[in-house]
């Protein structure tokens, strides 16, 4: 008698798990101009069509993306924090150097998580994400400034963000102009302007 041949199907341990890295490998090597969602279920080993049944859309893809990269941010800001002792200034000049050292080591994901135009990423885990990233850097500058105005310790937060993130962006680009006196450590450098930043 004759066996009967099964046909050959596919089956995922993590689906959802194996587009998320598929789609991290496909941004660092390609950016986000070729991302596709029907090349990251090529990668993932899956029918174009698989997808669907946890990303609605390569954006809803791109947001899991870029939350996940927010969790681990604050995750590694509050290590270096953490690993630091001494003062509240302290801490937040250490997460200063683990903010610029994450963007650095990796750049496909911070450029996602920071990513503008016309139709930014949405997710409620995105927007939970990265409203604790706010909320850690906030609490951070409010530690170094003692008691102090809400719109104050905003005001000052968003200064020190502009100063960390313009020093990860322009250092990804290449483009960090350092003078005749050029630093070891350019990071440590930068940061060591923001007690000047904070005083009132």
């Known amino acids: 008698m004759a066996v009967r041949k ?10 959802r798990e ?9 941004l660092k090597e390609k950016g ?4 596709t969602l029907r090349e990251c279920a090529r990668r993932a080993g899956v029918s174009h069509a698989a997808p669907a049944h946890h990303f609605a859309s390569a954006a809803d893809l791109l947001a899991e993306i870029a939350a996940r990269g927010f969790e681990r941010f604050v995750a590694a800001l509050g290590e270096a924090a953490d690993e630091t002792e001494g003062t509240a200034m302290a801490r937040l000049a250490a997460m200063g150097r683990a903010y610029v ?4 080591a990796n750049p496909a994901v911070y450029g ?13 885990r995105l927007k939970t994400a990265a409203t604790a990233a706010w909320q850690q850097l906030s609490d951070a500058v409010a530690a170094v400034l003692g008691p102090k105005r809400k719109d104050e310790v ?9 100063l960390v ?17 050029r630093s070891s450590d350019p990071v440590a450098q930068i940061l060591s302007s923001l007690p000047g930043l904070l005083r009132p």
């Open 101 to 104: 050292a994450f963007a650095l």
């Open 154 to 162: 905003n005001a000052k937060a968003a200064a020190v963000w502009a």
């Open 112 to 124: 996602l998580m920071f990513r503008g135009g016309a139709n930014p990423l949405q997710s409620p």
């Open 165 to 181: 993130h313009g020093t990860a962006t322009l250092m990804l680009d290449c483009k960090l102009p350092l003078g005749p006196a």
């Open 18 to 26: 194996a587009l998320v890295l598929a789609a991290i490998e496909l």
């Open 32 to 35: 986000l101009s070729s991302f």
């Open 6 to 15: 099964q046909s050959k199907t596919y089956h995922h341990g993590d689906l």
